[in-house]
């Protein structure tokens, strides 16, 4: 698991966003999503896949509270979405953790479950981090980075992965060719 001292050596402490534990009530998240809000943190950017610094709405950290067809509660968090996009947000699950990328544009909302909870969901941001610094820094390591950063990801969480359009298959694709933009 990522702590707040890897967060803060790779993204320096300026570029990270904690939650203050008197906030976190309001949220009504699991004890283990909280603590990572509390205490590790976000990055305020993890470009070009992540950031807080929203354009538009919804905000971070808006709650959006739905009743489902079955009549059932539930609740989202907002904690980010693809820079520059102001149509897609990721969130959390209040209740089972889930991290979701929804589509918020158009006339019916999509969405997609990214990783299994906020801890895994940090962990790949970081693991994509420290391969871009790496690479950055050393442009004869980036296949090498590349395939140690693709086996780290499907160990961490193998379903995220599974199919060719989902979030991190898309992001893994576009570090292979180079490109960034999603």
């Known amino acids: 698991m990522i702590t707040s001292k890897d967060m803060e050596e790779l993204y320096g402490r300026e570029n990270l966003v904690t939650v203050p ?3 976190i009530e309001r949220f009504r998240l699991r004890p283990q999503d ?3 809000l509390t ?6 950017v993890s470009s070009p896949y992540f ?3 929203l354009e538009g709405g919804p905000k971070f950290l808006t709650v959006i509270d739905v009743t489902t067809r079955s009549g059932k509660d539930h609740r989202e968090v907002i904690i980010g ?3 520059g996009d102001r149509g897609m947000r990721f969130s959390v699950d209040a209740h089972e953790g889930f991290i979701t990328l929804a589509q918020l544009r158009g006339t019916r909302p999509r969405g997609e479950v990214v990783n299994n909870n906020l801890s895994e969901f940090i962990e790949f941001l970081y693991r994509i981090e420290q391969h871009r610094v790496r690479t950055a820094q050393h442009p004869a390591d980036c296949e090498e980075s590349l395939e140690e950063l693709t086996n780290a990801l499907m ?7 599974e199919r060719e359009d989902d979030w991190w298959s ?6 292979r060719g180079g490109g960034v933009g999603l």
């Open 155 to 161: 160990r961490i969480d193998p379903i995220s992965l």
């Open 51 to 53: 950031t807080v610094q």
């Open 170 to 175: 898309i992001a893994l694709h576009q570090l």
């Open 39 to 44: 205490e590790v943190g976000l990055p305020r």
């Open 34 to 36: 909280a603590e990572v």
């Open 81 to 83: 979405g693809p820079p």
């Open 21 to 23: 534990r008197s906030d």
